[in-house]
């Protein structure tokens, strides 16, 4: 069992930048590690993944704009935020993933607006 708590989420001026956390409450080490977002009347979507070797996969929205990370040894994941766009507004959240067990954090709330 891995409990996930998402952080760094808020209003945020299109253009702008947000850095987003995922705290696990075990190592998660040999875990793949995700983000995903859902925006209002919309499915949850694939954002970013990075694997338990550091190998990292984006949704083609987001290349170029997002950047996640992991640092095994805090047990956390990050996705870097840049050049925020209106599309972006939605709850975003973490999940880990190791074989056919899959854990997901609460969400936290990103909006970009002016």
């Known amino acids: 069992q891995v409990q996930l708590v998402e952080s760094g989420g808020g209003l945020v001026q299109p253009g702008g930048s947000l850095r987003l956390s995922c705290a696990a409450s075990r190592s998660i080490r040999a875990y793949a590690m995700g983000w995903y977002r859902q925006a209002p009347g919309k499915q949850r979507e694939l954002v970013a993944t990075i694997s338990s070797s550091g190998s990292t996969n984006y949704a083609d929205s987001v290349k170029g704009q997002f950047t996640i990370s992991r640092d095994n040894a805090k047990n956390t994941v990050s996705l870097q935020m840049n050049n925020l766009k209106r599309e972006d507004t939605a709850v975003y959240y973490c999940?880990?993933?190791?074989?056919?067990?899959?854990?997901w954090g609460q969400g936290t709330q990103v909006t970009v607006s002016s």
């Open positions: 999940n880990a993933n190791f074989g056919i067990v899959s854990y």
